[in-house]
């Protein structure tokens, strides 16, 4: 079982920036395959980026240039840097994990997923 807990969520406006945090329990986590995925009010989840065992990135396009997702496997988390919020990236922020370390770009890929944290971008 892996466990995973979001943290860093919150309120800001636009053109701000804020870091989300996914802290995940494993032995193994350096092999695990780690996502970010979010859900607007009405919308379907969707993909926002992917980092692999070995560092390799996948940005959505609405993302790019914007998000950069990392992670520290000494401290076991991933980490996803928001830059030039915008106001529809307005969402629930979901961390989730493939302990496979395929790294799919959808939401059937993984497993384990965290209980979310809120993003609101105010224009």
């Known amino acids: 079982q892996v466990q995973l807990v979001e943290s860093g969520g919150g309120l800001v406006q636009a053109g701000g920036s804020l870091r989300l945090s996914c802290a995940a329990s494993?032995?193994?986590?350096?092999?695990?395959?780690m996502a970010w995925f979010r859900q607007a009010p009405g919308k379907e989840r969707e993909f926002v980026t992917r980092?692999?065992?070995?560092?390799?990135?996948y940005y959505a396009e609405s993302v790019k240039g914007r998000f950069t997702i990392s992670r520290d496997s000494a401290k076991n988390t991933v980490y996803l840097q928001m830059n030039s919020l915008k106001p529809e990236d307005t969402a629930v922020y979901y961390c989730a994990a493939d302990t496979r370390g395929l790294g799919a770009l959808n939401a059937l890929g993984y497993a384990y997923w965290g209980q979310g944290t809120q993003v609101a971008v105010s224009s």
């Open positions: 494993g032995r193994t986590f350096s092999s695990y395959a």
């Open positions: 980092i692999t065992w070995n560092g390799n990135t």
